[in-house]
């Protein structure tokens, strides 16, 4: 049913990089489902739900005039959380006896372009934009009878020292990377298969934990609401919910997965390299 790369966004029509193997996810099994008119929302255990979308015109083609009820537009909404553990390795220089760290996450997380590589793995299918934004060609997402190749506009921003932290982020964390998809467009879909409205709102945030156990948090958040293109309005409203239901709690498991995977190896790679610099330093 879905086709997705196996390593880390994915979003999705979300994100997603190539590459990783994998390993039991700490995400839920249970999915609750509410509904109004057509709205189904897909929560992940540990999850606020994301109930709304604004809508926004696709950057695949002209823009549309033409006015919808949002009560005709079928959304799904997921949210999940990450706990990836991460050891700092304490160290001394030598040279001024001050103490340091061998490997800092707060240094880790302001290296974006390394995080992005982590999460997004296929250099092939990445682009640098900007100092914060990448876009991210994604592997086809497979609905019913209808594939389609995502791209996505990631945009990672570092903040610290509690700063413009969104509310459900510790004052006290002492660093924090926000991310965003601010632009998406769907390929290989023809004028008959491309919803007229699609709105699609992803945001994600990483930050250390250091009480008790080391850790990197995550979390992310993504909503989707599409309408029926014309090739798919003679399918049963049912199955349109059940398919949509399945792709979507798979995407946030890839998602999760990818996060998961890749920032832990990344951070030990990461790690092996701050050893052998200080090793190698006059």
């Not at 409205?197 to 945030?205: E, F, K, N």
């Amino acid at each position: 049913m879905l086709n997705l790369p196996s390593s880390h966004v994915a979003v999705h029509p979300v994100y997603r990089g190539a590459g990783s193997g994998g390993i039991p996810l700490r995400l839920g099994a249970d999915v609750s489902r509410s509904r109004t008119g057509k709205d189904l929302v897909l929560s992940v255990p540990s999850s606020r739900s994301v109930t709304t979308c604004a809508l926004k015109t696709p950057s695949y083609g002209g823009r549309s005039r033409e006015k919808i009820n949002p009560r005709d537009l079928f959304t799904f909404s997921y949210k999940f959380s990450s706990d990836i553990p991460m050891s700092e390795t304490p160290g001394v220089y030598l040279i001024t006896w001050r103490f340091s760290l061998q490997a800092s996450i707060d240094e880790y997380l302001l290296n974006r372009t390394r995080i992005v590589g982590a999460v997004f793995p296929d250099q092939r299918k990445r682009r640098k934009l900007n100092d914060e934004e990448w876009s991210v060609q994604l592997l086809p997402i497979q609905f019913l009878f209808l594939s389609a190749s995502p791209v996505i506009v990631m945009r990672f921003v570092s903040k610290s020292g509690g700063k413009e932290y969104p509310p459900n982020v510790p004052v006290h964390a002492s660093s924090l990377l926000l991310m965003e998809v601010t632009d998406y467009k769907l390929r290989g879909l023809d004028s008959n298969a491309m919803p007229s409205h699609l709105a699609l709102t992803v945001r994600g945030m990483l930050y250390p934990q250091r009480e008790g156990r080391r850790s990197l948090r995550g979390h992310v958040e993504m909503s989707v609401g599409f309408n029926l293109p014309p090739v798919l309005a003679l399918v049963p409203e049912s199955i349109i919910r059940g398919v949509g239901e399945t792709v979507l709690r798979q995407l946030a498991e890839q998602m999760k997965q990818d996060f998961d995977i890749g920032l832990a190896a990344d951070f030990k790679k990461y790690s092996r390299e701050k050893l052998t610099e200080r090793r190698t330093s006059p």
